[in-house]
């Protein structure tokens, strides 16, 4: 099963967590990889891919990548390994892990692991079927969208939005705390071609950044006070009667509460909280009170805050105020997995959990895991992620991965920072050499990607790891002695999703990509998978849940010992840790830059280009200042998720960001951080 050729021009599928999941067009000369190129055919991705992945076949022959299993020689962190044969490695994982599951139990083992690569089969496949099996601790994995998932979902039921490529038709876009320039080019792509037909953009951020720079208009506000904006354009749309009653009577419930609670997000009240002028805040609120269609781009920045759920779950509220669901290219787009939902109880198999009721950790608390557990974990087990440099409280996070204790394991393409305190290293393949299953959480194709190159050196891929090693722990054939293909029949099973009818594998091969729900995807209105059928304004489930029913602003928490509050976001060149090794795209970054409002360098008497010492009680970072009015007074940011090079003096930004978790889903809170800035002697 696979389109190997010594020549010609295949069909791939981009692996990272980006939501574009394009459909990629790779030239193979002699054996090796020539270019990468977006394919031209693919509905979405038009030939259009980015900068990152038109260099991936850098990092797939990329001098450093790993070749083969290694053990670790030296003291932890020190980097010093040496080769062993995957044989031996199986026998030292096995023989921990069985001495730990005997003397602590199995929750005393934790897999750590997130969307390096998106395939079905390699994410979120064998690898869980193993840990299940194992009855390992479970890992909650909610470092990337949880806070604003939950939030959605109590407004709109689920990861539900409009079909992307209709948003050719919206006349009026809000891309709100989303950097979609850089993190989500193909809704760029397709909102330019609506500004060709008259459409206005709106980027609404705390950083004037490349999406500012491409947007018609800029709403600068300050961290963390999305909701009360949100509420404030409810007030204004209500109090100008420019809520679309026919449609929140048939489609929504809740509306007279709503209206109620917006009556006190007066335009000033909010320009308070905000900081957006209150002349603004009625300028926008007009605007989105009558264009039709209007659409809504709503990202993942906002909700890496303690207040990201409720935020989400507020912005959620607008399109059903002025009836956009039921308007071709009318809507919102959080994230859309809910149409593409696959077969997970069969491909995970969560019934062979000797304990059901194992214990659950959070990814975003890795730190205190490793370190203040009554029950420690002994063993972790690492792939598709790297939590020494994206996971918060980095501090923390390292010095319990050097425990002598903890034996680790980690699986990836390059010895990233976390193998620096791993027991074993393990070479994994890169999507081009496995089979597997492409879903996407933005666009509606789903992909079948067949392997274009045989796998390089010793590398095995997760599927393949977790396949053999469940195999030699005796578990059981029929649910390990499987094939890749086997697998992706079971996921693909749509008895439980309608929307997946006829989409099988050999239809799949034979089409490259299948839409979830054919060419004519149900009315939004027609499927609100709320308990009420209905769009939520006012949810009962909430008030269950512990939380105010009707959306509401509540501010940050981080205490304010700190003077400013610091966002480290994602950056163009890189895909969160991801691509931050390779030489010409760190060449592109340059170099991490800290950008502060001119008003407050001045006050600290710091210059611009000048290396600053930014400090919390978590850790400190060295970087380079950037001053402007890109942030406002009291706000820094910085973009990319650089490993640590002391010789380059880049650091790891994670060294400064909470464990808190935010207020829905178990989200993560690495922007509501608050920091001081000092001067640097001597550099
Ligand atoms: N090039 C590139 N693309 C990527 C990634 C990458 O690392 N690099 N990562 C991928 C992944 S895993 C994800 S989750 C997505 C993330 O991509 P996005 O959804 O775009 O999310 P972020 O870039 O984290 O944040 C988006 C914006 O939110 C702003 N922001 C921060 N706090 C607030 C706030 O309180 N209110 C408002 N309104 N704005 C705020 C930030 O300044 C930033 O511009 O991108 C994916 N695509
Ligand atoms: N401060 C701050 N921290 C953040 C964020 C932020 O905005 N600010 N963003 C957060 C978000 S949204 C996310 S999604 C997370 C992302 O966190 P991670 O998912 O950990 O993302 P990456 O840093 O890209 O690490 C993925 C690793 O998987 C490896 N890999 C790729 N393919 C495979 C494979 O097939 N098998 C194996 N075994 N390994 C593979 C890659 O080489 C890479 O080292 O980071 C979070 N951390
Ligand atoms: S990273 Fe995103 S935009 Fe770039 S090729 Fe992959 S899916 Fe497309
Ligand atoms: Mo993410």
Redesign the pocket.
Do not use: L, R, T
């Given at each position: 099963m696979s389109t190997i050729v010594q020549n010609g021009t295949v069909r791939s599928v981009c692996p990272f967590?980006c939501p574009d999941t394009c459909g990629l067009s790779v030239t193979i000369e002699e054996g090796k990889i020539t270019k990468i190129t977006g394919d031209a055919a693919h509905p979405v991705t038009r030939g259009a891919i980015c900068n990152k992945v038109r260099q991936l076949n850098d990092r797939v022959y990329h001098p450093e990548r790993l070749l083969y299993p290694m053990r670790r020689k030296g003291p932890k962190g020190n980097m010093d390994f040496e080769r062993i044969t995957w044989e031996e490695a199986y026998d030292e994982i096995n023989i921990r892990m069985t001495a730990i599951i005997a003397k602590d139990g199995p929750q005393a083992i934790l897999p750590y692991s997130f969307y390096g690569n998106m395939g079905v089969l390699n994410a979120e496949g064998m690898d869980r079927r193993f840990f299940h099996r194992v009855g390992a601790s479970r890992l909650d994995r909610t470092i990337?969208?949880a806070a604003g998932s939950a939030g959605y979902a109590y407004t709109m039921g689920g990861s539900i939005g409009i079909d992307p490529e209709e948003t050719v038709h919206a006349k009026l876009f809000l891309i709100w705390g989303c950097n979609l320039v850089s993190t989500n080019m193909h809704q760029a792509m397709l909102a330019t071609e609506a500004r060709k037909n008259g459409a206005t953009i709106i980027h609404i951020d705390v950083h004037r950044n490349r999406t500012s720079a491409w947007a018609d208009q800029f709403i600068h506000l300050r961290p963390g006070t999305d909701a009360a904006l949100a509420l404030g354009m409810m007030h204004v749309i209500i109090r100008d009667g420019l809520a679309d009653q026919a449609f929140l009577e048939q489609h929504a419930i809740g509306y007279h509460e709503l209206a109620a609670q917006a009556l006190a997000y007066t335009p000033e009240y909010v320009a308070g909280i905000t900081g957006v002028p209150a002349e603004q805040i009625e300028e926008l609120s007009r605007l989105y009170g009558k264009t039709t269609p209007s659409f809504i781009r709503i990202g993942?920045g906002l909700q890496h805050h303690d207040n990201g759920g409720m935020a989400i779950r507020t912005i959620a509220c607008l399109p059903a105020l002025t009836g956009q669901w039921g308007v071709r290219g009318g809507g919102a787009i959080k994230g859309n997995s809910w149409y593409s939902r696959l077969n997970a109880d069969q491909i995970e198999r969560p019934d062979l959990m000797p304990d059901p009721g194992v214990r659950t950790i959070s990814m975003n608390q890795l730190g205190d895991a490793l370190l203040d557990s009554a029950s420690p974990v002994n063993l972790l087990f690492v792939y598709n992620s790297n939590p020494a440099v994206v996971a918060p409280d980095q501090n923390r996070v390292r010095k319990g991965l050097m425990r002598n204790d903890l034996f680790t394991v980690t699986h990836d393409l390059f010895l990233t920072d976390t193998c620096k305190y791993s027991d074993i290293v393990l070479p994994a393949t890169s999507h081009f050499e496995n089979l597997d299953l492409y879903t996407s959480y933005w666009h509606l194709y789903l992909q079948l990607h067949e392997p274009i190159m045989e796998p390089m050196g010793e590398c095995k891929s997760n599927f393949t790891l977790f396949k053999e090693l469940g195999l030699r722990l005796g578990f059981e054939h029929e649910a390990f002695d499987i094939t890749e293909e086997q697998m992706i029949r079971e996921a693909l099973d749509s008895k439980h999703n309608s929307f997946l009818s006829g989409i099988t594998f050999e239809a799949l091969q034979s089409h490259s990509w299948m839409k979830a729900g054919g060419k004519s995807l149900p009315a939004v209105t027609s499927v609100i998978p709320t308990p009420s059928g209905r769009i939520e304004l006012y949810s009962e489930q909430m008030l269950q849940d512990g939380y105010s029913p009707l959306p509401t602003h509540s501010p940050l928490k981080e205490p304010e010992i700190y003077p400013f509050l610091l966002m480290t976001g994602p950056n163009h060149s890189f895909i969160n840790s991801t691509f931050a090794n390779q030489e010409r795209l760190q060449k592109l970054e340059k170099e991490p830059l800290l950008h502060m409002h001119s008003g407050d360098a001045e006050a600290l008497g710091l210059l611009d280009g000048e290396r600053v010492k930014v400090r919390n009680g978590r850790g400190e970072v060295e970087i380079r200042l950037r001053i402007g009015s890109d942030v406002l007074p009291g706000v820094l940011v910085t973009q990319g998720l650089w490993w640590d090079d002391h010789r380059k003096g880049h650091q790891a930004v994670n060294a400064l960001t909470p464990q808190r978790l935010a207020d829905m889903g178990g989200g993560a809170t690495f922007f509501s951080n608050r920091v001081a800035v000092v001067r640097l002697k001597a550099t």
């Open positions: 967590d990337c969208n993942n």
